[in-house]
C-alpha cells in the first residue's frame, strides 16, 4: 500500500535510481501503482537505465539502455496512452526499438485495432492495455503541454504513418506498412 499510493514520488526519487533490478520489475509489475501518467513510469525506466549504464562505463545509448533494462521497458502499459504521450516518450528515452513503436501507435491510433503487434509485445498486449487501477489521469496542463508538442502540419490517417515521416524522415511509406489487418476500421 505505502507503495501505490507513493508511486509518483518514489519512481522521481534519486534512490529509484539504485534499486536492483529485481525490485524495479517488482514495482512496475503492480497493477496499483497510484501515478499521474504511464510517462512517469517511462521517465523512471529510462534514468535507471541511464544510471546503470553510467556504473557500467557505457554511453547510455538506446540499445545499451534496453540492455540494461532486461525486458523492464515492456513494463510501461504503453496501450493505455495516447499517441502524443508514446511519440514524447520514446523522443525522450528511446527504449523500445523503431518496430515496435510504430505497432504501438498503429494500435492507439484507431481504437478497436486487432492488428497483431510483434512478438515480442503480443503476449503481453493485455497487460500492456490494462490502465492501473489506481491509475490518476493526466493533469489539463500537462494535456495542454502535449497537445503543443503535437502540432502537426499536415493532417494523417495514422499517427504511425506520421510518427514514422516525422522522426525517422524515410522518403517513401509504402501503403502495406501501415495497413490494418483484421477487424480494423
Not at 529510462?46 to 515492456?74: E, H, I, T, V
Not at 500537462?142 to 499536415?154: G, P
Amino acid at each position: 500500500q505505502v507503495l501505490d499510493v507513493n508511486a509518483d514520488h518514489i519512481l522521481k526519487s534519486v534512490e529509484f535510481e539504485m534499486i536492483p533490478l529485481k525490485m524495479l520489475h517488482f514495482i512496475l509489475k503492480r497493477d496499483s501503482l497510484c501515478i499521474e501518467s504511464e510517462l512517469s513510469v517511462l521517465h523512471a525506466l529510462d534514468r535507471w537505465s541511464r544510471m546503470q549504464c553510467f556504473l557500467q562505463n557505457q554511453p547510455p545509448s538506446p540499445s545499451n539502455k534496453q540492455l540494461q533494462l532486461s525486458g523492464a521497458q515492456y513494463l510501461v502499459r504503453y496501450l493505455t496512452m495516447t499517441p502524443g504521450e508514446i511519440k514524447l516518450g520514446q523522443a525522450q528515452c528511446g527504449l523500445l526499438r523503431e518496430k515496435e513503436v510504430f505497432g504501438i501507435l498503429k494500435i492507439v491510433s484507431h481504437p478497436n485495432c486487432t492488428c497483431p503487434l510483434n512478438k515480442r509485445l503480443q503476449g503481453m498486449r493485455k497487460k500492456l492495455a490494462s490502465p492501473r487501477t489506481r491509475y490518476k489521469p493526466v493533469h489539463d496542463q500537462e494535456e495542454d503541454d502535449l497537445k503543443n508538442i503535437e502540432k502537426i502540419a499536415k493532417a494523417w490517417d495514422c499517427e504511425a504513418q506520421e510518427y514514422r515521416m516525422k522522426y525517422y524522415k524515410e522518403s517513401q511509406i509504402e501503403e502495406k506498412d501501415y495497413e490494418h489487418i483484421g477487424d480494423c476500421e
